[in-house]
């Protein structure tokens, strides 16, 4: 069965569908997308994954907790709860933080051109069950070590798990 995306345009009004494979390929197409990032110890670490081998897209890159496409009539945290059970088997409320667009390109393999819209939540008893054809590996790291880990090894990390965090960390 093809999995779909739901298209928009840059303020992230949906105006149509396309095939998954179709968004992330050729020149990409602009489609909704969120981001989850869940914290724990008020809010000074951070839990976030390896992605898998298998996915199409910056495999084996560090990203943040999970991300993914809503299904049509999906709020974007029910999306976002939907998902961290699939991936990493527990869940969390989660909040809206705002949104924003980006495109990157995966040489050689696709290209990801998204309306994010980020989600935060926090947890300190989650009991972590990863599927492994989703995540690699994942850890809790602390901002302040993960900052400077971004800053160093950039090409380690997913590019909108850049964009992303400095949105959560400095909102303005």
Same mark, same amino acid.
């Given at each position: ?71 049509? $009539?999906?709020?974007?945290?029910? *999306? ?6 699939? &991936?990493?088997?527990?869940? +969390?409320? =989660? %909040?809206?933080? $705002?949104?924003?667009?980006?495109? *990157? ?6 290209? &990801?051109?998204?309306?994010? +819209?980020? =989600? %935060? ?52």
């Amino acid at each position: 069965m093809p999995q779909i995306v739901i298209l928009s345009n840059e303020a992230g009004s949906p105006y149509g569908t396309a095939d998954l494979l179709e968004a992330h390929t050729g020149q990409g197409k602009l489609h909704k997308a969120f981001s989850v990032y869940v914290f724990r110890k008020a809010g000074s670490e951070i839990l976030i994954q390896q992605r898998s081998a298998q996915k199409m897209l910056w495999p084996l890159i560090w990203a943040n907790t999970c991300c993914s496409h809503p299904f049509e $009539g999906e709020t974007p945290s029910q *999306a976002g709860e939907r998902r961290l059970q699939e &991936e990493l088997g527990f869940t +969390t409320p =989660l %909040t809206e933080q $705002g949104t924003f667009v980006y495109r *990157a390109e995966d040489p050689g393999r696709g290209v &990801e051109h998204e309306h994010v +819209t980020i =989600l %935060t939540g926090e947890t300190d008893g989650a009991d972590i069950r990863p599927d492994p054809a989703e995540v690699a590996a994942w850890k809790w790291i602390s901002l302040s070590e993960l900052a400077m880990d971004m800053e160093q090894n950039p090409d380690q990390y997913a590019p909108w798990f850049h964009r992303g965090l400095r949105h959560i960390i400095d909102p303005s």
